[in-house]
């Protein structure tokens, strides 16, 4: 089952998205790193940061296993209050992948170069005339 991994790299503050299978990274939570060569990036080490599943639910990286579950919020991510002391309940995803991952955010912790021109697709020219 492919998912969208978006990297982004804080030195340059660009990100690109990628589609790759979700089997390597499976069992892995918010805050795990993992060498780039699972996604073509050899020679980055990368850390994960966020996601959210299928339904498009955040992943909580305080809520521990791969459930969904209604927690009354007080903050991100999940909730943003508008103001203070405002709590809401709130249906998240816990910060273990399985499955039901849709989209998974991580960053370059470690690499030279610049991955974002890395892992773009090449741009396919169109013919005209």
């Known amino acids: 089952m492919p998912v969208k991994i978006v990297v982004s790299d804080p030195k340059t503050r660009k990100s690109v998205q990628i589609e790759k299978d979700i089997t390597p990274f499976l069992n892995l939570k918010i805050g795990d790193t993992f060498d780039g060569n ?31 579950k209604r927690l009354l919020l007080s903050s ?9 002391g405002l709590r809401k309940r709130k249906t998240v ?20 170069g610049d991955i974002v021109s ?5 741009e396919k020219k169109e013919e005209s005339g």
Do not use: Y
Request: aromatic share 8%.
């Open 38 to 68: 699972l996604i073509g990036a050899s020679g980055f080490l990368l850390k994960i940061t966020g996601g959210s599943d299928k339904d498009g639910f955040p992943m909580r990286p305080d809520f521990i296993g791969t459930a969904r």
């Open 76 to 84: 991100g991510p999940g909730f943003k209050p508008w103001k203070k």
């Open 93 to 112: 995803h816990g910060n273990t992948i399985d499955n039901t991952i849709a989209q998974i955010n991580c960053k370059v912790i470690k690499g030279e």
């Open 118 to 122: 890395l892992l773009k697709p090449a």
